[in-house]
């Protein structure tokens, strides 16, 4: 059973937008670092964006710089990923993640590596087609 549940995803036409949510009624969000990460078809699992929660830091993948970003919303236990300027580049499976553990690493060392993620959702598909 996942721990971490998205949502959000679906067909977009590019120049689109649309907002990821994760969510987990286990965990409080808010004080774990989070990241999202997308995998296409045939391709490796990217980081797109992270967000620490040791030093507040936040990281964007250079293909989503200026488009994408990351949000907390600590009433609602979620953390969200609003992606504007959609492409069709951007379509994979996205999945959130989470460190539970509490490691002190920043948000690009989460994004970069992958590591010491150790909670998954099972990922929501968006697609961007015209």
């Known amino acids: 059973q996942a721990q971490l549940v998205e949502s959000g995803g679906g067909l977009v036409r590019p120049g689109g937008s649309l907002k990821l949510s994760c969510a987990s009624s286990?965990?409080?969000?808010?004080?774990?670092?989070i990241g999202w990460f997308r995998q296409a078809p045939g391709k490796e699992r990217e980081g797109v964006s992270c967000i620490s929660a040791s030093d507040g830091s936040t990281y964007y993948a250079d293909s989503v710089k200026g488009r994408f970003t990351i949000s907390r919303d600590y009433a609602k236990n979620m953390v969200y990923l609003h992606m504007n300027g959609l492409q069709p580049e951007d379509t994979g499976t996205y999945s959130c993640a989470a460190d539970l553990d509490n490691n002190y690493y920043n948000a690009a060392y989460y994004c970069t590596t992958g590591n010491a993620l150790d909670a998954w959702g099972q990922g929501t598909l968006v697609s961007v087609s015209s």
């Open positions: 286990e965990f409080t969000l808010d004080y774990l670092s």
